[in-house]
Every structure is written in C-alpha cells, then in structure tokens.
C-alpha cells in the first residue's frame, strides 16, 4: 500500500488489470517503462523487455512476474552510459509531467489517413471515450497540434476539440 509511484513495463494493459484484480492499484500515481524511457536514444534496439536485459549485459528467466521485475529494476537503475539521467530518472521525471490527450471529434472523414499519419488512434467510443480519433501528447505541445487541427483537419480557427489533461494518477486507465 505504500508506494507512490507503480512502475509497468507496459502500463496501458497491466494497470487496468491490476486494478481489475484489486481496488488498491487504482488511486496510484503509474508510470510506463515503454513509453516513457526514450530507449533508442539510450542506445537500445527496442522497448521489449527481453531486449532491454540483454542489451543492458543481463541474463534471466523470462515471464516469471517477479524475475521480470527485478530484471526490469536492474535495468533501470543501471549507469546511463555517459546519459544523464538514469533511466530510473527520465521515468520518473516523465511520471510528473501531465499529458493532454486530444479527441479529434467530428473530424471529416477524408482526413483520417491524415490524422492515423500523425499518431493519432482510433476510439470507437466502447470504453467511454469520445468517438473519435485521439492523441496523447506532453502538455506543450498542445497548442501547436490545436493550430494544426484547427488549420489542416477542421479548417475552421474556433474548432474547440475536447481535452482531458492527464496525470500519473488516470494515466494508462482503460
């Protein structure tokens, strides 16, 4: 119970689980060792864990829950190699900023190839989120990619998409 910070190596499909398992995961501030480590520039070939030990010099018995965390522990406490910071450090740096994710409700459909190019998901509105196509972005970047919905998607300046601002705490929820 005392954790402040849950770390997944794939938060997006564990803390829905975990919180399907027991109500205690689900006031937890989470973190994602995927998708918030940038890897590549670490010099890593990818995100699963299976490369990140071995590439990191470390050898272990995969899926087995509790080997894969203390590997993934390993892994992120290890030296950066010349990087600055830890990858422990980027993760939980990353895990105190807010992301806003955007809904691009009402779209034209003859826009969608442009939207799935740009990163943006499709959501069919069966888990409660508006549907539409979505991206999560860190909060900075919010007003360009307004700009950008507003000059090249909508073409219309006083398109107002909805936005939900995100923290550790609802990050990664189904």
Not at 79 to 87: A, I, L
Not at 105 to 113: A, C, T
């Amino acid at each position: 119970e005392p954790a402040d910070l849950v770390i997944a190596h794939n938060a997006g499909f564990d803390r829905p689980f975990c919180e399907a398992f027991s109500p205690i995961f689900a006031g937890k501030a989470w973190a994602c060792s995927v998708s918030e480590i940038n890897w590549a520039a670490r010099g890593f070939e990818g995100t699963k864990l299976g490369y990140l030990i071995g590439q990191a010099g470390y050898f272990h018995e995969g899926h087995r829950a509790v080997d894969d965390c203390f590997a993934l522990l390993e892994v992120l406490a290890r030296d950066g190699g010349g990087m600055e910071p830890t990858p422990f450090a980027e993760l939980y740096e990353a895990s105190q900023r807010s992301r806003v994710r955007i809904f691009a409700e009402n779209s034209p459909f003859d826009m969608k190839d442009h939207l799935k190019a740009r990163g943006y998901r499709w959501s069919d509105g069966s888990d409660g989120r508006p549907k539409s196509w979505w991206i999560e972005l860190a909060e900075d970047a919010l007003d360009d990619e307004l700009s950008y919905l507003r000059s090249e998607i909508y073409r219309w300046d006083e398109a107002d998409p909805p936005i939900k601002r995100l923290t550790a705490f609802d990050r990664f929820k189904a």
